[in-house]
């Protein structure tokens, strides 16, 4: 069986506060990316991130105690959170945010969707798969009579 690998990155925009930038990035286990080469703030510094091999998260990992229980391992719990809501909150007023996520199948099966957030929370999404509907309308072929791009 094979695996289903999800890659996203996003953008570059600019953000309110680095450090709590920084604190969501390390939230969600994303990548730090900026635009320049230097690991420092610069008043005009853009940033972005990466997520490897998982995709766009949505949740994200906490650990916790559990009164009188011992163990050497330590107990996570899964957060559900929506990382786009709290994308929007890091954004300047002025800027978008566009997240890609590409994923593949021993290349059998490939699907992508882009979502775009701007600061208010509002978001726009376009999936790869709409192809498929979107081709049968503009050529009046049924969608029956059009072959996915797969296995």
């Known amino acids: 069986m094979a695996n289903f690998n999800l890659w996203a990155r996003s953008n570059y925009f600019k953000i309110k506060h680095p450090d709590k930038y920084k604190k969501f990035i390390e939230d969600y286990g994303l990548n730090l990316i900026t635009n320049n080469a230097l690991d420092v703030e610069l008043p005009n510094s853009l940033y972005g991130f990466l997520c490897c091999n998982e995709g766009?998260?949505?949740?994200?990992?906490?650990?916790?105690?559990?009164?009188?229980?011992?163990?050497?391992?330590p107990l996570i719990e899964f957060l559900e959170r929506n990382i786009f809501e709290e994308l929007a909150?890091?954004?300047?007023?002025?800027?978008?945010?566009?997240?890609?996520?590409?994923?593949?199948e021993k290349l059998r099966y490939l699907g992508g969707i882009a979502i775009a957030v701007n600061?208010?929370?509002?978001?726009?999404?376009?999936?790869?798969?709409?192809?498929?509907?979107?081709a049968s309308e503009k050529?009046?072929?049924?969608?029956?009579?059009?072959?996915?791009?797969?296995y």
């Open 89 to 104: 909150e890091q954004l300047q007023e002025d800027q978008v945010a566009v997240v890609i996520e590409v994923g593949q």
């Open 139 to 150: 050529f009046n072929i049924p969608i029956e009579n059009i072959e996915e791009a797969s």
């Open 119 to 134: 600061s208010k929370g509002e978001t726009v999404q376009i999936d790869l798969n709409d192809i498929y509907k979107q």
């Open 56 to 73: 766009i998260p949505d949740y994200i990992e906490q650990d916790f105690n559990i009164d009188g229980i011992i163990s050497n391992k």
